[in-house]
């Protein structure tokens, strides 16, 4: 099959000069909306097809998954399939390096990573094995602190100079243990993908040289969210060639609180003092009005390069900003404004994001969209890949190619049940440190124990056995066909189907919809394994997780909506200690950084963007009052219409709206949008559709539960009172 012809033709001026200034370093300033990864992708393709660059040669680092899976295709339209393209998350790449090189460092090419969850349970077991109470001081904040140590490059034995108050001598104590704990299960966390390759790079020149000469063209996304271990990282590999392009926009330098350092954008001409700069200020997602109040607010920043985005696109409508009474009412207008959009413009939910400061914010939000009978999506709440059966059947997969992996090892020797013990397993760990053996290599020998019961050292061979067995057929067989044996052996689904409970039917779904992942992994991947397999889930995000597909609307926080984009979008929680944050108040630096957090949230919009804010909130059960964001008075005044809200229990407005909607003949495909009515309250305001009088509006509603009642009004101008228990209606949104 033949290459499609490529052309440059698709790029504006300023996007040409980046894509083809290809020798010596290149800082691209894409603002939002810009075309910044159009800019990666052709330049990647120009440096193939014109230059006749080796694709081995290229290494293209992108900070998630989804953003590389659309680079790589948007590559293949424009050249074809290219194989040999290092092109993946920072994290992704360095991870095959580390297993290329792990023999190096006495490492097994076959490590495992451990995700947050894996890396609480193992210093939660030091802390107890250290005698440092779990009550005083959380496992994960000195995950979070070793964590922050690793990305600023602070070594275990740097961290002794650290100490200063109870919660620092504790990590002092943790930190050399949890170290040396990792390296005897063979086992990385997320940091130590960036941080081990600097290591081996310093203690071993040879292999730095080696993918020095490899990467002769290095290409940086999203440059402004990169740590000081990704900067050292791509100082190392660029150092020869010096041929390294970072594109990103300091504007949207939001990840500050987890090590993220503005200063590699800010101060990559002095870095590299041969620099072009290009900027790209076009914006091709928003309107006029959009970009105006988004510059107004980030412009007030003093740590920021001067660029300014415009754009050929319609004005524009204003930009709504709405004082409410509380989260429930923010709850109802958000819901009120959806539901206008959708009658007036016809509108699918899929066009609509709900954007909010902190997780906590949802859950008014969430009860909101239920009541209102609404699909909705959330992007970042409990990840598929932490759910516990499915964790549990990941553990079992990482014994199989790590036996080492001790934390694996203790989640699930003994789930299913199989008679196990704590004081069991407590007993053959001692025995297992005092012969100097690994603890999998101890269960073999269980019957040379002492105070081990017959019931668990036959529980214990079977274990045992199994994962022997598994490990052998791990050669043999697709990482599907394994998986799909391994949980019916191993008695995970059995054990599910035996509860006979709803909770365990979801399990076994979930448990289901693993397997349908690994089929998906094996049939896409070349030479897929189970090591390859656990490696990409150990590297989901949230935003990865997402379904774009999905005709919901989306809730999520502003740091998640970062490089995506919605028709409308609402920001909600707009008051003073909220957003911006209380603790970020008394920072310069932690303002500017709140304050580019609500330039993304702004420019996340195509069309529309309503804002919200409440006189008073409940959050983390305090109720207090609240004052207006400073966020809002700094907006260009001339691109906002403000609005204040009463109680929204008053319906007369909303009949009055929908009247006229009637009146006017624009009504929505009820078809698409009808919902039975369950256990959600209803609200007055509401449209029906009953299988004897049609469509109709609830005027109001009286009782709970069994006795609840509605007034509705038909179309043909019948009222009824219905019992909601009996009545035979969907809830049209």
């Known amino acids: 099959m033949d290459s499609p012809a490529f052309s440059l033709q698709g790029l504006n001026s300023e996007q040409r000069k980046a894509v083809t200034a290809t020798e010596g370093p290149v800082l691209v300033l894409a603002g939002a909306g810009s075309g910044k990864t159009r800019v ?30 659309e680079m790589q295709e948007r590559i293949q339209k424009l050249v074809g399939q290219v194989h040999g393209v290092w092109l993946g998350t920072f994290h992704s790449s360095f991870a095959k390096i580390l297993r290329h090189e792990a023999p190096a460092f006495q490492y097994s090419p076959n490590f495992v990573i451990y995700d947050t969850d894996d890396q609480c349970r193992l210093i939660k077991m030091i802390m107890e094995e250290l005698d440092i109470p779990v009550s005083r001081f959380h496992p994960k904040a000195i995950q979070g602190a070793i964590s922050q140590a690793k990305n600023r490059l602070i070594a275990v034995e740097q961290y002794f100079n650290q100490s200063g108050n109870p919660f620092e001598d504790a990590v002092i104590h943790i930190y050399p243990e949890y170290q040396k704990r990792l390296r005897e299960n063979h086992a990385f966390d997320f940091d130590d993908l960036i941080t081990v390759p600097i290591k081996i790079f310093k203690q071993y020149p040879d292999i730095l040289c080696k993918y020095q000469k490899r990467f002769q063209y ?11 271990a990704q900067y050292e990282l791509i100082r190392f590999l660029s150092k020869k060639s010096r041929n390294l392009c970072v594109v990103g926009d300091d504007d ?3 990840y500050g609180w987890r090590g993220a350092n503005i200063g590699n954008i800010l101060n990559f001409e002095s870095d590299f003092p041969e620099t072009r700069v290009f ?7 928003s309107t006029k009005n959009i970009l105006a109040a988004a510059h107004a607010v980030v412009s007030r920043n003093q740590g920021r390069k001067s660029k300014k985005l415009w754009s050929e696109n319609p004005q524009g409508e204003k930009i709504e ?37 902190t997780n906590a914010q949802s859950r008014a939000l969430e009860e909101g969209l239920r009541r209102s009978g609404m699909s909705y999506i959330i992007v970042g709440g409990v990840r598929f890949y932490d759910r ?7 553990a079992y997969m990482k014994l199989i190619v790590n036996p080492r992996d001790t934390i694996s090892l203790k989640r699930v020797i003994n789930f299913p049940t199989r008679g196990i013990g704590d004081a069991s397993l407590r007993n053959i760990e001692i025995w297992a440190r005092k012969n100097n053996i690994r603890l999998f290599e101890a269960l073999a020998r269980s019957n040379e124990i002492q105070g081990i019961s017959g019931r668990a050292k036959t529980g214990i061979k079977h274990f045992y056995d199994l994962i022997v067995k598994y490990t052998s057929l791990s050669e043999k067989i697709s990482p599907a066909e394994l998986t799909h044996t391994l949980i019916e052996d191993s008695g995970v689904l059995r054990n599910y189907k035996e509860e006979m409970s709803l909770d365990g039917q979801m ?47 989306t809730l999520m926080t502003l740091h998640s909506a970062k490089g995506l984009e919605f028709p409308v979008v609402f920001i909600t929680g707009l008051e003073e200690n909220l957003f911006p944050l209380s603790r970020s108040i008394e920072k310069t630096e932690d303002l500017e950084e709140e304050r580019r957090l609500f330039y993304v949230g702004l420019t996340r919009a195509k069309e529309k963007v309503i804002l919200l804010g409440a006189q008073n909130r409940r959050l983390y059960n305090n109720h207090e009052a609240r004052l207006p964001s400073r966020f809002l008075d700094e907006l260009d005044q001339n691109t906002c219409n403000f609005f204040s809200t009463h109680s929204i229990r008053s319906t007369g407005d909303l009949l009055k709206r929908d009247q006229q909607y009637i009146e006017d003949g624009i009504m929505p495909d009820y078809e698409s949008f009808s919902q039975e009515v369950g256990s959600e309250r209803l609200l007055a305001g509401q449209w029906v559709m009953h299988d004897m009088f049609g469509k109709g509006q609830i005027l109001n509603v009286h009782g709970h539960g069994s006795k609840e009642m509605v007034t509705v009004k038909f179309k043909n101008g019948v009222q009824k009172k219905l019992i909601v228990k009996y009545a035979k209606f969907k809830l049209i949104v």
């Open 218 to 228: 290095i290409l940086v996304d999203e440059y402004q969210d990169t740590n000081k």
């Open 388 to 394: 516990k059966e499915v964790k549990d059947v990941l």
């Open 507 to 553: 399990r076994i779904e979930n448990i289901n919809e693993l397997l349908k992942a690994v089929q998906d992994y094996t049939e896409e991947t070349e030479n897929p394994t189970i090591s390859g397999f656990l490696e990409e889930v150990s590297l989901v995000n949230d935003v990865d997780q997402w379904n774009d597909k999905s005709n919901a609307i």
């Open 252 to 254: 949207q330098s939001i």
């Open 40 to 69: 990666l992708t052709y330049r990647i393709a120009y440096l193939i097809r014109e230059l006749g660059i080796p694709p081995f040669e290229i290494l293209a680092v992108t900070f998630t998954k989804k953003a590389a899976i």
């Open 321 to 357: 900003i709405w004082e409410v009474d509380d989260e429930r009412e923010e709850a109802f207008k958000v819901v009120d404004k959806i539901q206008e959009e959708v009658f007036k413009h016809k509108r699918p939910f899929c066009d609509f994001a709900i954007l909010y400061r």
């Open 279 to 285: 900027r790209l200020e076009q914006n091709y997602r």
